[in-house]
Each structure stands twice: as structure tokens, then as C-alpha cells.
Antibody, heavy 120, light 108 residues
Framework: EVQLLESGGGLVQPGGSLRLSCVAS????????MNWVRQAPGRGPEWVSY??????HYADSMKGRFTISRDDSKNTLYLQMNSLRVDDTAVYYC???????????????WGQGTLVTVSS | EVVLTQSPATLSLSPGEGATLSCRAS??????LVWYQQKPGQAPRLLIY???NRATGIPARFSGSGSGTDFTLTITNLEPEDFAVYYC??????????FGQGTRLEIK
């Protein structure tokens, strides 16, 4: 059974930093592209970032502030978030794509999410 | 960026009825359209991918159709557990991946 477990969320002041982690199990993590998707309260999902091998993409509003990375030896996905803003407040999910060794952005498994609150 | 517009915003129906949810793209995304279901306090759940392919474990009462710019999610014979928020997502032109704003399916 695929499991994705996020951690690292919390309350942070504007301008602060957080590092999110997502530990994966139940599949061969190294062969799958992974994503971060966030959802602000009462809003729809918003794609944040993608990583597969050395290929990385970000949503425009996160470029230069967020850094996605992964450690395949630890089956773990990371999101380093710097210069946080109030509008970054959201539940952050890690999401696995449907097919291994592909870039087909179909999110078939999601974690339970970790809440990031940016407030003074 | 491809904008996805879902309609209606809210759909009020009774168990046993059928539901038709719409997603319109601002430009053609061929068949690269995905549907998710989300219940309160839960992560989205994959329902349909590439317009018409049911994900593993999804009941046959869920079906998707459409191509280009107009897509439909149809749910026949609504069960109590189907009342949720539904989102569409396009994967043709990315980054960025984009989602619709959602349709809330509520019990009448």
C-alpha cells in the first residue's frame, strides 16, 4: 500500500522559513516523479513543484523562494520554503504520479497534508 | 497558463439521482484532463484520468467524457458517499499544472 507522510508544517512569521518532508513507502520511490501541491483554506488545489531525476519545475509564485529536493536513499521528498508570505498559508501535500519513469502529471496518491500558517 | 472553469459551483441533488459536472479549458488540452474528488479534511482522490479512464478502485457509476476544451464528469445513481467537492486538472501544458475552482456536490 502506498503511503505518503508529510511533516514539518507549523506557524511561521512572514519572511520566515520552513522545511517540509514527505516520507514515502509502498512503492519504488526512486522511479517516480513527485510533486508538492498546496491548498489554501476554502480554495482549490494549487500545484507547487515537480521533481524527477534532475528535472525540476516550480509555479511562478514559488520560483526563487521554494526549493524541491529528494533523497532516494531515504525515500523522502523535501520542500524548503524561504521568504514565506501570508498567502503561502495552506495545507501542503506531496503527491505521487500514476506511472513510474514518466512525467505524466496524474496524481494518484496524496499524503494527508501538513498545514503551514504564515502569520505575525 | 490554461484556465479551467468548472460549473456549476454548487450542485444540489438527492441520492439516487444523476450528476453532470462540467469543466471548460481556456484552450484545447486534447484529452489530458483529470478529475479528483475531495471530502472535508481529506486529500483529493484520483477519479478519472485522461478524460475518460477510471482510476483503480473507482466505481463504474463515475464516468468522464470530452476532449479539447469541454469535459464532463457524470455520476449516475448518487450514493451518500459521493457528496463532496470535485476538481478538474489539466496536464497538457505545464508548468504550471492547473486546477479548476471546484464543484461542490451537496445533498438536497
Amino acid at each position: 500500500e502506498v503511503q505518503l507522510l508529510e511533516s514539518g508544517g507549523g506557524l511561521v512569521q512572514p519572511g520566515g522559513s520552513l522545511r517540509l518532508s514527505c516520507v514515502a513507502s509502498g512503492f519504488t520511490f526512486s522511479t517516480y516523479a513527485m510533486n508538492w501541491v498546496r491548498q489554501a483554506p476554502g480554495r482549490g488545489p494549487e500545484w507547487v513543484s515537480y521533481i524527477r531525476d534532475s528535472r525540476i519545475h516550480y509555479a511562478d509564485s514559488m520560483k526563487g523562494r521554494f526549493t524541491i529536493s529528494r533523497d532516494d536513499s531515504k525515500n523522502t521528498l523535501y520542500l524548503q520554503m524561504n521568504s514565506l508570505r501570508v498567502d503561502d498559508t495552506a495545507v501542503y501535500y506531496c503527491a505521487k504520479i500514476l506511472r513510474s519513469a514518466s512525467a505524466d502529471q496524474i496524481f494518484d496518491s496524496w499524503g494527508q497534508g501538513t498545514l503551514v500558517t504564515v502569520s505575525s | 497558463e490554461v484556465v479551467l472553469t468548472q460549473s456549476p459551483a454548487t450542485l444540489s441533488l438527492s441520492p439516487g439521482e444523476g450528476a453532470t459536472l462540467s469543466c471548460r479549458a481556456s484552450q484545447s488540452v486534447d484529452n489530458y484532463l483529470v478529475w479528483y474528488q475531495q471530502k472535508p479534511g481529506q486529500a483529493p482522490r484520483l477519479l478519472i484520468y485522461d478524460a475518460s479512464n477510471r482510476a483503480t478502485g473507482i466505481p463504474a457509476r463515475f464516468s468522464g467524457s470530452g476532449s479539447g476544451t469541454d469535459f464532463t464528469l457524470t455520476i449516475t445513481n448518487l450514493e451518500p458517499e459521493d457528496f463532496a467537492v470535485y476538481y478538474c486538472q489539466q496536464r497538457k501544458y505545464w508548468p504550471p499544472i492547473t486546477f479548476g475552482q471546484g464543484t461542490r456536490l451537496e445533498i438536497k
